[in-house]
């Protein structure tokens, strides 16, 4: 379940927080990335150098790193992260954050993640009974955070009570009951196509377009992370995959796409078309670079690319589920509509030129997506992994 993860551990300053480390410990040994967030506090209890060793990576403590001057940036790491778990969470913690106080970058971290949080509170029994606490945890449930209830026992002040940060072991338990829970697509297999096609005129040129990759590599790091096993067939681009359930067969033209997405979707539960494919291949491509000295102006010869959505459309068995993408400049939900049709798609992802910052290129994407009876469900901009989800929601719910 952890494989791949990526783990927000914030540590606030409180005597429990020796127990985080045996909680990183457990968390890089169950395969997760585990990125240390710590208060000025927690770096009283336990130093940044234990920490950095266990993870692999520099300790994130202050928003800018003195020596450097450069930034941390509370934002990216909050887009990073699948879970942040906040263990130890002081009372002072748990009051900032259930009232916004952004003082420290622990707080401001857990302010920009959209990624499922989990705290593990521990304090002193009077502490953690004491009604501010006690509303400020309950207002932190009703915001959809996951409270992992501290257990009764001895505490630092000898005292026993309610109050003792849960055992590392059933904090891992519960974060990985959580992911469990949202693996609606374990056991399926998912083959996506992403990226442009690259068709040769000679081997220093060809035709292609302007696809970087990044809407259908998004696709594919949300289906693994929900649980499916992942065929990725990619035209040439520069991103890289992390999650471990991603397999990537590399692919230049739309023939070769064509191959390896036959052969992928004979044992897929999904297809998902995202690629960029191009229409026409250059059938009198050179073998030798077209030198400009010549006369006369070399004539490409084009030829019609197979299409591969249509190929598999045509092939599609009753189990399966073909997806397909739009992209429009002109008429756009007419002409999506049609390609539904032709390629036998049970639901096609419409993305219009004519719309700012979306399609080639950019980190956002504005979608509507098109059922195959004409139903259209219209998407706000956001950022490609967020689409990605509302992608994959569809698809899970057709599988239902
Ligand atoms: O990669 P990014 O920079 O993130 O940009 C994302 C994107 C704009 C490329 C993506 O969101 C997108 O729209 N992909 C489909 C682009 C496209 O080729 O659309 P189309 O309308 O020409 O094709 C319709 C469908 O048929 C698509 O699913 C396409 O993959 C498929 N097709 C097209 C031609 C062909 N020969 N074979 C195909 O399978």
């Known amino acids: 379940m952890m494989k791949g993860k990526h783990i927000i551990l914030g540590i606030c300053g409180g005597i429990a927080a020796y127990k985080s480390v045996y909680l990183l410990r457990l968390l890089v040994k169950a395969g997760a990335e585990v990125q240390v967030v710590i208060t000025p ?152 196509t992403a990226g442009p096609t690259y068709e040769r005129i000679d081997p220093v040129r060809f035709i292609g377009n302007y696809s970087s990759g990044k809407m259908g590599y998004a696709i594919a790091e949300e289906c693994a992370r929900r649980g499916a096993e992942v065929t990725l067939v990619s035209g040439p681009v520069s991103l890289k995959c992390s999650n471990p359930r991603i397999r990537r067969i590399d692919v230049e033209s739309a023939r070769e796409m064509l191959e390896a997405a036959d052969e992928a979707f004979a044992t897929s539960d999904v297809a998902i078309m995202c690629a960029a494919v191009a229409d026409y291949y250059v059938e009198n491509r050179a073998t030798t670079k077209i030198k400009r000295e010549k006369d006369e102006i070399p004539q490409i010869v084009l030829k019609r690319n197979p299409d591969i959505a249509a190929t598999l459309g045509a092939k599609k068995r009753p189990w399966q589920l073909l997806v397909g993408f739009a992209l429009e400049t002109d008429n756009e939900a007419v002409n999506a509509k049609s390609k539904i049709e032709r390629k036998n798609l049970d639901f096609i992802v419409l993305n219009s030129l004519r719309d700012k910052d979306a399609c080639f290129g950019t980190d956002t994407n504005k979608v509507t997506i098109i059922a195959a009876d004409g139903a259209e469900k219209p998407f706000a901009l956001k950022p490609k992994s967020e689409v990605a989800r509302d992608i994959v929601d569809e698809v899970v719910s057709r599988l239902r």
């Open 41 to 192: 506090a927690g770096k009283e209890f336990i130093t940044p150098v234990t920490l950095s060793s266990l993870s692999g990576k520099p300790v994130i403590s202050e928003f800018f790193t003195a020596n450097t001057g450069s930034w941390n940036s509370h934002v990216d790491l909050g887009l990073w992260a699948d879970a942040m778990i906040i263990a130890p969470a002081t009372a002072s913690t748990i009051g900032k954050m259930a009232n916004g106080i952004a003082d420290n970058m622990l707080v401001t971290t857990y302010l920009s993640a959209k990624c499922p949080i989990f705290l593990a509170p521990a304090m002193d029994l009077d502490m953690m009974a004491h009604p501010s606490t006690k509303r400020n945890l309950e207002l932190l449930a009703s915001y959809g955070n996951h409270i992992i209830e501290p257990a009764v026992g001895e505490l630092a002040s000898h005292l026993v009570g309610k109050g003792r940060m849960e055992e590392p072991e059933n904090i891992v338990k519960a974060v990985e009951a959580y992911f469990s829970s949202q693996c609606d697509l374990k056991g399926r297999s998912v083959m996506i």
